[in-house]
């Protein structure tokens, strides 16, 4: 009598489920509580000229057959705990209400997704307060689209009348020969396999009329970026009209050139310059067999780089970001272009003359203090290449037994005068390091790899330091050295000692291009086998988090561990590349299938 | 005279120790059983009680002092958790550690008595600060915990977290420290009474001359004196272990524990009068102070399965939160279990005096009460901390259950048996509940769930819930 409930197979089965049909409460609730409007991208544009945001999603049920997906819920259904995740009463209205969906249309979840929005869902946001919003869900059966907007509200009817609220029934309407119906601030009507909502009368009677032919179909503005064709697998397809979007309620006043304050400039000039030299903005998501990628671009960029931005990227002949540094048992290998001292000449063209004074005046003061130099000969000697990396931990260099082994990183930086930046400015920081050396209790050693100066912290491991301290500072050996025109700083030598290597690697390896054009901005890659393998290092960390904070036994924890590493060793290698080319400006996430 | 004394005074003393066997006027009920899960383990699930009921209670008394199976694989799992929780120097990850053990060790019964003996030579980290000296301490307790009771003593004399916690590093030849000797005989031993301030003088100058160095015990002969002492009538040359051997021989010590152990696993408010006492501590003297046999006698015995034992005692914060979560057959994060029972004033590791917990009646406050009625809506919710202890799992599958049956099953899960009128009103808040919820959208699965929840967190806010 007193039994667990559901076996561990039909809990599997019912988690798969539940999966699924959190996906269509997404998309179904989201677009019907939403209430906008319908139109298809094969025939003329339906939706608004004057949109400030388009969106669409194409085919969503194709997501849940992505191989990725496929893979990572093969590996998902054999947790317990996202099986119990899943259990969770906080899911409780969405299961049901999908359930919901399920008896009062009569087929399951996967038939729903292909009948009802099989096609796809766009969505408009246009000007106005509050903003203008249509959404057209495009199903391949218009007999259970026709269904859909009545088994939505008898949803939504239930669920408010469980807080004391009475759904009004929807007011008719008639709009030529169609009739459409008003609930509180939503209009909606069905016309074919197409269900149209929006939330202003004129917006979803002019969809009626484009639908009919009584008005143009819309052929200019952002909709018809819609139109264009896309590459297979595209998801999600995004477009911002960049000077609409601006004019939007609550678009924040930093990102508006000219700029109110300097800060925003410094964090973020290139980006500044995009959105105020380029007409709009899009960003797709494809979803091609097994691989996925991600693509943001700021096409048709209009004249010269804004000045005072310049430097931020990439942006002129013959400059890019430094190839990757890639030692051994790379987890995350980073490289930007970024030239500060570019920026801080062209200076006086950002438009902020007191800002910047005062700027110049906190800067110099530096010189004023013990430092010997200021912020400003730093950046004068600081190069425009910055690079980082995350490795993982190899052997120790303690004797300490360290049980939670921590990854490594490093960040180099190009010095534009090695010699100048040894004389001015390693001084001073030698003398910062000191101190922080006696107070850390921490031993200083200078070692030479290949004719460079290695400058080792190390921290001591008498009995009374080791007892009284967390072991997990002896994961660390701060380590830095000036070599080869760069600065490296790291968290082990080893690592150091690598990136000394890596850096004589890529010295020798002959530049490929020939090209004036500036090179990619940014690059970036993870890999993820590696991040997988790292879950067998932090082990033992991983294993009690999961005992002592989540509950789950040692053996579960462990089961979730082997999970996990499954889980992240499938996505095989994240790749990142930012840059300028002829179409302007892309910034590209690709994550490749991998070999099975 | 209390209904418990009554019950005890009707069990003749020749026969209150003798093992219990059921009998048409005394069965061996669902009751019965959970008592004895309660007792020997901090709790029981439904599946382990209706185990239990299948077994004899002679057997199950057993299959609870030898453990279950799969013990050294448990102790190997642990072993790979203490190196990390010893070098994070977070206390919490300790306490966190030990509620685990409590938890799911294949030996709850060690585990109970490892507790019992951590409040007995009351050591606390604020003093000791050294989480692997109390971890070591804590593996001692544990080791010896249904072993001898001599060896037991002689170890803790000469542990370091306690030679720390005592002050025995500052007990020195020419400059005695009394603080251990008094304790030994007062609170570890014989009870007050049973010595004078001149044998603690004379045992402390016995126990001159140790030390702690590199985590380990250290005797320094230089620092002992090795001066003739007089100690409870015998005199001579001693060293620690002798004072332990003196204490030992005294006929109060077996009496002692055995007082003080029957308060833990059988009864808080009865006291046990000599004629009771001393068939029990006879024996565990005799058996050279074997505890596992005292605590056999204990658990078998017709006292333990009586009125006088059963709700006789109030459940510690670590009997509420370990039983609890142990009925709900949950899994809920240990390090939050601990921090529950720091806040309800028993953080393990800091009990708040050598003389330990008091317990009993201190267990119970308003405001203690309360914090148990809201932890036990946390265990119970189904989301957050008891994400993994959802009562709506434990309802039979595939059956449209009625009020009073969700009612009805919870109260037996937590309760075994209790009033018609409690049930009674449980049942219409769950009828009133049941119609509140069918005014919302949801499956009629989802209403149970939500039922089942709310059925378990008023069962558990019965005061009788308390006790155990």
Same mark, same amino acid.
């Given at each position: ?268 000039? *290139?980006? &500044?310059?995009?959105?105020?030299? +380029?007409? =709009? ?6 979803? /091609?067999? %097994?691989?996925? #990628? ?62 910047? *004074?005062? &700027?110049?005046?906190?800067?110099? +003061?530096? =010189? ?6 200021? /912020?400003? %000969?730093?950046? #004068? ?216 | ?468």
């Amino acid at each position: 009598m007193l039994q667990a409930r559901y076996s561990v197979g039909a809990m599997i089965a019912e988690q798969s489920r539940t999966l699924c049909r959190l996906f269509l409460a997404l998309a179904v609730y989201g677009t019907a509580i939403s209430a906008t409007f319908a139109a298809d991208l094969a025939t003329p544009n339906l939706l608004p000229g004057n949109s400030a945001v388009v969106a669409e999603l194409r085919q969503p049920q194709a997501v849940l057959q992505h191989g990725l997906v496929l893979r990572g819920l093969a590996i998902l259904k054999q947790s317990r705990a996202f099986q119990d995740a899943l259990g969770n009463p906080d899911f409780d209205l969405i299961r049901d209400g999908i359930q919901h969906f399920e008896s009062q249309l009569g087929i399951p979840l996967d038939k729903i997704l292909d009948n009802c929005i099989g096609e796809g869902i766009w969505i408009s946001v246009g000007e106005g307060t509050p903003p203008e919003i249509c959404v057209i869900v495009h199903g391949r059966d218009a007999e259970r689209v026709a269904r859909l907007p009545a088994v939505t509200l008898s949803l939504i009817g239930r669920i408010v009348a469980g807080r004391g609220i009475t759904l009004p029934d929807p007011t008719p309407r008639t709009h030529h020969q169609h009739t459409y119906y008003q609930l509180g601030e939503a209009f909606y009507t069905v016309a074919g396999p197409r269900w149209l909502l929006a939330n202003r009368e004129a917006s979803l009677q002019g969809m009626l009329d484009r639908l009919d032919g009584r008005v143009p179909a819309t052929t200019a503005g952002l909709p018809t970026l819609l139109n264009e064709p896309i590459a297979d697998g595209t998801a999600l397809r995004v477009g911002l009209d960049l000077p609409r979007i601006q004019q939007l309620p609550g678009f924040p006043a930093a990102f508006k050139w000219p700029p109110k304050e300097p800060g925003p400039v410094i964090l973020a000039a *290139g980006w &500044l310059d995009l959105i105020h030299r +380029s007409p =709009q903005v899009t960003a797709e998501l494809s979803l /091609a067999g %097994d691989s996925v #990628r991600a693509h943001l671009r700021f096409p048709k960029l209009a004249g010269d780089i804004t000045p005072g931005t310049v430097g931020y990227f990439a942006s002129e002949p013959a400059v890019a970001a430094a190839p990757l540094l890639e030692p051994a048992q790379l987890i995350y290998s980073a490289s930007w272009y970024r030239d500060y001292w570019k920026m801080w000449e062209r200076r006086n063209d950002v438009p902020l003359p007191n800002e910047i *004074g005062k &700027l110049e005046k906190q800067l110099a +003061s530096t =010189q004023d203090g013990n430092l010997g130099y200021s /912020a400003i %000969d730093f950046l #004068r000697l600081m190069g425009p290449h910055l690079r980082f990396v995350v490795t993982r931990p190899g052997p120790s260099a303690y004797r300490v037994a360290v049980t939670d082994r921590l990854p490594n990183f490093a960040a180099v930086v190009d010095l534009r005068d090695e010699n100048a930046f040894r004389d001015k400015v390693l001084p001073p920081i030698q003398r910062i390091l000191g101190v922080v050396a006696i107070t850390q209790k921490m031993i200083s050693q200078n070692t030479q790899y290949k004719s460079a100066e290695v400058t080792v912290l190390k921290f001591t491991e008498d009995a009374a330091a080791v007892m009284n301290s967390d072991r997990v500072r002896y994961n660390f050996e701060p380590t830095y050295a000036i070599t080869r025109g760069h600065l490296i700083v790291g968290s082990t030598a080893a690592l150091v000692r690598n990136l000394i290597d890596e850096l004589d690697r890529l010295q020798s390896v002959p530049a490929n291009s020939s090209s004036t054009a500036p090179g990619p901005t940014e690059r970036q890659i993870v890999k993820f086998d590696e991040l997988a393998a790292l879950v067998d290092d932090v082990h033992g960390l991983a294993v009690r988090n999961a005992v002592l904070n989540n509950g789950l036994t040692i053996a579960e924890a462990e089961q979730e561990l082997a999970l996990l590493k499954q889980l992240v060793a499938a996505l095989g290698a994240l790749r990142v590349e930012a840059g300028f080319d002829e179409q302007g400006f892309g910034y590209r996430i690709e994550l490749p299938a991998v070999q099975k | 005279m209390s209904t418990a004394e009554q019950a005890l005074r009707r069990l003749r003393p020749d026969v209150a120790w003798t093992s219990y066997f059921p009998n048409p006027s005394n069965l061996w009920d669902d009751v019965k059983v959970a008592h004895l899960w309660r007792r020997a383990s901090g709790g029981a699930s439904a599946e382990q009680i209706e185990r239990g009921l299948k077994t004899t209670p002679a057997d199950l008394i057993r299959s609870l002092l030898d453990g279950g199976l799969g013990q050294a694989a448990f102790e190997a799992e642990i072993a790979k958790l203490r190196e990390g929780v010893l070098t994070s120097n977070d206390p919490q990850q300790l306490k966190g550690l030990w509620i685990y053990r409590m938890l799911h060790s294949p030996h709850p019964l060690q585990e109970r008595l490892a507790l019992f003996w951590h409040n007995h030579f009351a050591t606390s980290n604020a003093k000791v600060n050294d989480l692997r000296l109390m971890q070591q301490q804590n593996d001692t307790l544990r080791q010896h915990a249904l072993g001898h009771f001599d060896d037991l003593l002689q170890a803790m004399t000469r542990d370091p977290a306690m030679l720390i916690w005592l002050d025995s590093q500052s007990n020195r030849k020419g400059q005695p420290n009394e603080n251990y000797g008094r304790e030994l005989f007062e609170l570890f031993g014989l009870g007050v009474g049973h010595y004078t301030e001149q044998d603690i003088k004379e045992s402390s100058r016995a126990l001159t001359g140790w030390s702690v160095r590199n985590g380990r015990a250290h005797f320094d002969p230089q620092q002992h004196d090795a001066g003739e002492k007089t100690v409870l009538g015998e005199t001579g040359n001693f060293h620690a272990g002798d004072i332990v051997r003196i204490c030992l021989a005294q006929p109060a010590c077996a009496d002692f524990i055995v007082q003080k152990l029957f308060r833990y696993l059988v009864s808080e408010t009865v006291t046990l009068d000599p004629t009771y006492i001393t068939p029990l501590a006879d024996g565990f003297r005799s058996r050279n102070y074997d505890i596992g046999w005292l605590v056999e006698r204990m658990l078998s015995s017709w006292v333990f399965f009586s009125p006088a034992a059963i709700g006789q005692r109030v459940k510690s914060p670590v009997d509420f939160v370990v039983g609890t979560v142990k009925s709900l057959n949950g899994a809920v994060s240990p390090i939050k279990l601990a921090e529950f029972c720091d806040q309800l004033g028993q953080g393990l590791f800091y009990p708040p005096s050598v003389k330990g917990w008091e317990g009993g009646e201190r267990w119970i406050s308003s405001t203690g009460l309360l914090f148990r009625q809201n932890l036990a809506f946390e265990l119970t919710r189904g989301t957050g901390l008891g994400g993994r202890s959802d009562p709506a799992r434990l309802l039979p599958a595939g059956e449209q259950l009625t009020d009073e049956a969700i009612a009805r099953y919870f109260t037996h899960l937590f309760h075994q048996q209790i009033e018609e009128a409690v049930l009674r009103q449980i049942t219409e808040q769950i009828a009133s509940e049941r119609g509140r919820l069918q005014q919302e959208f949801r499956s009629a699965r989802s209403v149970e769930g939500a039922l089942a929840r709310t059925a378990a967190h008023l069962a558990l806010t019965v005061p009788e819930f308390q006790l155990g």
